[in-house]
């Protein structure tokens, strides 16, 4: 089992910056990619960006070059560094981990983020 935390969600202006954090614990070995995923009111949940072991990374089109997912395998930590941010980033910001195979995926609990114009 993986337990994921997230902190750093919270109020920001239009065109500010925000950094999200998700210490994860338990059983690492076999996460294969860590990331982020967020869901605005009314929305599904979208991928913002992940991050593998490797670290190989992906990103949203709508994120690219504002969001940048770095990880800590020492912290078992991953990290969203988000800035020029927009009033549609507006939403719950959710931690994921991973297996390979794509069969197992773990949660976090979920980290408001909201943009004001």
């Known amino acids: 089992q993986v337990q994921l935390v997230e902190s750093g969600g919270g109020l920001v202006q239009a065109g500010g910056s925000l950094r999200l954090s998700c210490a994860a614990s338990?059983?690492?070995?076999?996460?294969?990619?860590m990331g982020w995923y967020r869901q605005a009111p009314g929305k599904q949940r979208e991928l913002v960006a992940t991050i593998t072991s490797g670290r190989g990374t992906n990103y949203a089109d709508s994120v690219k070059g504002r969001f940048t997912i770095s990880r800590d395998n020492a912290k078992n930590t991953v990290y969203l560094h988000m800035s020029s941010l927009k009033p549609e980033d507006t939403a719950v910001y959710y931690c994921?981990?991973?297996?390979?195979?794509?069969?197992?995926?773990?949660w976090g609990q979920g980290t408001q983020v909201t943009v004001s114009s």
């Open positions: 994921h981990a991973g297996e390979r195979s794509g069969l197992v995926n773990y």
């Open positions: 338990g059983t690492m070995f076999s996460i294969f990619s």
